[in-house]
């Protein structure tokens, strides 16, 4: 079965200070892929990384960075510098190969003040 | 190029009612997903439609129904609604040939039972 575990209810930071979001995540799939969204006030979920079950590079999108780990089933979000901007619920989410379903996690709220 | 569109925004219901719920997909996305947020949890998969058929179902009752028209847009049904169906209703739309490539949501449609 598929799951998703964002053990961190709520985070907060004071601007320009570093944060990481944990994701772990459960599969019996050889082949899946992983996502991080965020979802503003407004309710939308943004999109912000996918990542294949063979792809185990770390990639960094300006202040943001993620860490991929298969031997310990995580997937780690991190913001450098945060930002107000930066407050929202951020999700972590799954899917596996012929199951376009995403299995997402509860959800970190973050919340960046000035 | 507008994303995916969902109607209307917010919502009332009486409990016993039925209500629909519309979604256009992102212009090219051919597949659309179902999902419901409670309040403080992530999304949770309702179903999924590609060529006017209903493709995968999560854990919901029968009082959930929806529909896919020639156009890909859709339609989420719930009948005989109780309290416990107040939540965030979210349309997702992909492209079939690169599903798990990414999902583009809507802003959602706010439902409330009374």
């Known amino acids: 079965a598929q799951k998703v575990t964002q053990a961190q209810t709520e985070i907060s930071v004071v601007e320009k200070e570093d944060v990481t979001l944990d994701c772990v995540y459960e599969?019996?799939?050889?082949?899946?892929?992983l996502f991080w969204y965020k979802q503003p006030p407004s309710g939308e979920l943004v999109f912000l990384i996918r990542?294949?079950?063979?792809?185990?590079q770390n990639e960094i999108s300006g202040r943001y960075s993620w860490n991929f780990q298969k031997s310990t089933s995580s997937f780690n979000f991190t913001i450098t510098a945060s930002q107000v901007v930066d407050s929202a619920v951020y999700f972590c989410a799954l899917s596996e190969t012929g199951f376009q379903k995403l299995v997402f996690g509860t959800g970190t709220r973050l919340l960046v003040s000035p | 190029d507008a994303g995916v569109t969902q109607s209307p925004t917010h919502l009332i219901k009486t409990r016993g009612q039925q209500v629909t719920l519309r979604c256009s997909p992102k212009s090219g996305h051919d597949t659309v997903s179902w999902y419901q947020q409670a309040l403080g949890q992530g999304p949770q998969f309702i179903f999924q439609y590609y060529e006017e058929e209903e493709r995968q179902r999560g854990n919901f009752p029968d009082r959930f129904s929806g529909h896919q028209f020639p156009n890909y847009s859709s339609e989420l049904n719930v009948n005989a609604l109780l309290l416990g169906d107040s939540a965030l209703y979210l349309c997702a739309s992909s492209f079939e040939p690169r599903a798990n490539y990414g999902y583009t949501f809507g802003s959602g449609t706010r439902l409330t039972v009374v």
């Open positions: 599969t019996r799939d050889t082949t899946y892929y």
């Open positions: 990542r294949n079950s063979f792809d185990e």
